[in-house]
């Protein structure tokens, strides 16, 4: 028998589990043939003996949308849903997205069970509670918090994941052990260390559990956890999204750790192993805009009118939010750090 772990993490919508372990998925939905499911295509065979109570999407962009949401209450309604019954959704952060939003209108509501199939998912989104969707172009414009009652981590899935994605995932779960503090963080290196996922999973989200739970609704400490995060999602919008967001955020880590000018050399040495797995990465990164990247740094939603919050590692191994007036040299201090934290990784 794998070894089985869980956690509950409390909420103004109530506490919800979540349970990990080789196998937890499966054994869920085998006791709940009628479940109607929401899954990644990619699951396809995967679910085929639930197939026809499950309706599959396309793991794209363009199904986080609010026509996509109508598309699937539609089908929700033809599969002859009802509020009695409980949804289960399979798959990455686009599943995610599209059916927390859908669990929450559906008939003003339904409860649910969330199973992620990415490292990013597993370490970080799947709890939380948040929807994000797409408005026209802009990205995550719309969204709402409706957590699901269960999580199911099952750590099968990551078999099949690319490299660079579950080096991603870690490089989410490298930040959250990092901001949960000194101790959180050499855990953490323990684990990747000991290369146990299922424990590195737990550990990842018991330190996300204290952040969401003291500030659920993102006003202060859980703003901290966007450690990494201007620099990163700046950066992934001026690549075009040809660098994905878990090594966006490994960059991003490292272009905070130059910004500050505070060395955090463990922190450093971790995320660029982590990096290097990408393949290619230098050229990606070549092709990078800056007048893309100055842009989606100023639009961040954290900051306030005349000043911009970064979060910036702290001497000692901590993290703090720091706030900068908004102009031309702290604009220019960016794109140093950012142009500092590519170099490193290029010549590495
Ligand atoms: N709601 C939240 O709290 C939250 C948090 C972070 C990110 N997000 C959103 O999540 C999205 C990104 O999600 P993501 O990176 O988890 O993945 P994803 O859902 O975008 O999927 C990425 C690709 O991986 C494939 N895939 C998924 N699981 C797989 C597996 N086990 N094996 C092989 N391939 C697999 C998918 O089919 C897809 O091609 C973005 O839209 C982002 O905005 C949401």
Same mark, same amino acid.
């Given at each position: 028998m794998p070894a ?5 993490i409390?909420?103004?919508r109530?506490?919800? $589990?979540?349970r ?7 054994e ?7 479940a #109607?499911?929401?899954a $990644?295509?990619?699951?396809t ?9 499950? /309706? ?16 699937? @209450? ?9 509020r +009695? ?7 990455? %952060? ?14 003003? +509501?339904? #409860? ?7 490292l &990013?998912?597993?370490v ?8 994000s969707?797409?408005v026209? *172009?802009?990205?995550?414009l719309?969204?709402?918090? =409706?957590?699901?009652t ?7 899935f990551? $078999?099949?994941?690319?490299a ?7 490089c ?8 949960? %503090?000194?101790?959180?963080f050499?855990?953490?290196?323990? &684990? ?7 424990a590195?999973? =737990? ?8 952040? !969401?739970? @003291? ?5 202060k400490?859980?703003? /901290?956890?966007?450690? +990494? ?11 075009r ?9 490994? &960059? %991003? ?12 050399p463990? &922190? ?6 982590? @990096? ?5 990465l230098?050229?990606?990164?070549? *092709?990078?805009? #800056?007048?893309?990247f ?11 009118? +005349? ?7 702290t #001497? ?5 939010e ?5 102009? $031309? ?12 934290? !590519?170099?490193t990784?290029?010549?590495?």
């Amino acid at each position: 028998m794998p070894a089985r772990s869980s956690l509950t993490i409390a909420s103004s919508r109530g506490a919800y $589990d979540v349970r990990i372990g080789d196998g937890v998925f499966e054994e869920y939905l085998a006791e709940r043939p009628e479940a #109607p499911v929401i899954a $990644d295509a990619y699951f396809t065979e995967r679910l085929a003996p639930h197939a026809q109570r499950t /309706l599959f999407l396309p793991a794209e962009e363009g199904e986080k949308t609010l026509t996509a949401t109508e598309r699937l @209450i539609e089908r929700l309604r033809d599969l002859g849903t009802t509020r +009695g019954d409980h949804l289960v959704a399979v798959g990455g %952060g686009i599943v995610q997205d599209v059916a927390t939003a859908t669990a929450s209108l559906y008939m003003r +509501g339904l #409860p649910w069970s969330y199973a992620p199939t990415t490292l &990013l998912g597993m370490v970080d989104s799947c709890i939380g509670g948040k929807s994000s969707l797409n408005v026209g *172009r802009y990205k995550n414009l719309a969204g709402n918090f =409706h957590p699901p009652t269960l999580v199911l981590v099952d750590p099968t899935f990551i $078999d099949t994941l690319p490299a660079e994605d579950r080096a991603g995932g870690l490089c989410e779960a490298m930040k959250i052990s990092y901001c949960r %503090g000194p101790e959180a963080f050499a855990r953490h290196l323990e &684990l990747h260390e000991a290369g146990d996922m299922a424990a590195l999973i =737990h550990h990842a989200l018991a330190a996300k559990q204290w952040f !969401i739970e @003291i500030d659920e609704f993102d006003q202060k400490e859980r703003r /901290l956890l966007n450690f +990494g995060h201007t620099f990163g999602h700046a950066l992934e919008a001026a690549t075009r999204f040809e660098v994905g967001h878990g090594t966006a955020v490994g &960059l %991003g880590v490292l272009a905070a750790e130059a910004f500050a000018g505070h060395p955090a050399p463990q &922190l450093a040495a971790h995320a660029s192993s982590l @990096i290097a797995v990408a393949e290619n990465l230098p050229a990606r990164l070549a *092709r990078r805009d #800056p007048a893309v990247f100055e842009a989606a740094v100023l639009s961040d939603k954290k900051h306030s009118h +005349g000043h911009l919050h970064l979060i910036v590692p702290t #001497p000692g191994g901590g993290i703090a939010e720091q706030r900068l007036p908004r102009d $031309d040299a702290t604009i220019a201090r960016v794109h140093e750090a950012m142009d500092e934290a !590519i170099a490193t990784v290029s010549a590495s």
